[in-house]
């Protein structure tokens, strides 16, 4: 008999002791960082310098951040850890737009099935990137027009 209650007692144990995926999930951060641009689309000159600010926010804390725009060779990185890795930061951008900064372009987009259209551009798209301690990723875009 003690026998018994020896493993109806382990087995209850056993169950209250086990979290549910359902627990495990509640318990982990899905938030991604919220970029936010005071303006999110800009007109510049072309060889002008371009000023504007970004703020990131996340619960969990901002950890890094990337500015990048391979076209014009912009890849600035931010490392937050030493900073304590703070829900809110805000950030001032400050980038020089090329002097033979394309105005308009044509760029060709797939689709699932095979086709394909053209579409002439005439925004640059701007991205910065952050990371939250988690290691989950929100971006953000800036998108810039040149004068012509």
């Given amino acids: 008999m003690k026998k018994a209650w020896y493993i109806a007692f382990f087995t209850l144990f056993l169950i209250a002791a086990c979290e549910t995926p359902m627990d495990i999930l509640e318990g982990m951060d899905h938030q991604v960082p919220v970029i936010e641009f005071d303006q999110d689309t800009i007109w510049a000159e072309a060889g002008s310098t371009v000023n504007t600010s970004v703020s990131i926010y996340d619960e969990g804390g901002v950890e890094r951040i ?13 490392n937050l850890e030493d900073e304590g890795s703070p829900e809110t930061y805000s950030l001032s951008l400050e980038f020089d737009v090329p002097e033979d900064a394309l105005t308009e372009w044509e760029e060709e987009k797939f689709f699932n099935d095979g086709s394909s259209i053209v579409i002439t551009q005439h925004y640059h798209r701007l991205e910065v990137a952050a990371w939250d301690t988690s290691r989950n990723m929100g971006t953000g875009i800036l998108y810039v027009r040149i004068n012509e």
């Fill in 66 to 78: 990337e500015f990048i725009y391979a076209s014009w060779l912009i890849n600035q990185s931010f």
